[in-house]
C-alpha cells in the first residue's frame, strides 16, 4: 500500500517495514517486493546479498517473478556468485511458471552471452 501509494501517501520506508513483516511470516509476494526494495535501496539499505535470499525465497515458493529476479542475480553476480547455469535454470522455472517473455533472456545464454551453454539449436527451443 505505502509503495504504490494506494490511499496513503507514498512512503518506502513504511512498505519495507510493512514487507520486511509479511516476508517473515513467509509470504511470497512480500519476499519479492522487499528483495526489489533491497536490490534498489528504495526504503531501505541497499543490500543486494539481501535481496538475493528473498528472491530465492519467494522463487522456492513458486512465485515467477522471483524466479527471474534470482536468474538475473545468479546471470550477473549481483547478490552471489555469477553461475550462468544456475541462470539458465531459473530462467527455464520463471518460463514455466508463466514468464513466457524470459525466452529472449536464454536466447542469449544460449548464442554468445554465456560461456555456460553456447548451442544456437538449443536457443530456438
Do not use: H, P
Request: aromatic content about 14%; glycine content about 8%.
Amino acid at each position: 500500500m505505502y509503495d504504490f501509494a494506494y490511499g496513503v501517501k507514498k512512503d518506502d520506508e513504511k512498505a519495507c517495514y510493512w514487507y520486511n513483516i509479511s516476508a517473515s511470516l513467509g509470504d511470497r509476494v512480500a519476499q519479492y517486493n522487499l528483495g526489489n526494495n533491497c536490490q534498489n535501496g528504495r526504503g531501505t539499505e541497499k543490500d543486494l546479498k539481501r535481496a538475493f535470499e528473498l528472491y530465492m525465497q519467494s522463487a522456492l515458493q513458486g512465485y515467477a517473478n522471483a524466479m527471474y529476479k534470482l536468474a538475473t542475480c545468479y546471470d550477473n553476480g549481483k547478490g552471489t556468485d555469477k553461475n550462468e547455469e544456475q541462470a539458465l535454470i531459473w530462467y527455464r522455472k520463471a518460463i514455466e511458471a508463466g514468464r513466457k517473455r524470459d525466452y529472449f533472456d536464454i536466447a542469449y545464454l544460449r548464442t554468445g552471452g554465456s560461456n555456460a551453454v553456447k548451442n544456437e539449436k538449443e536457443a530456438v527451443k
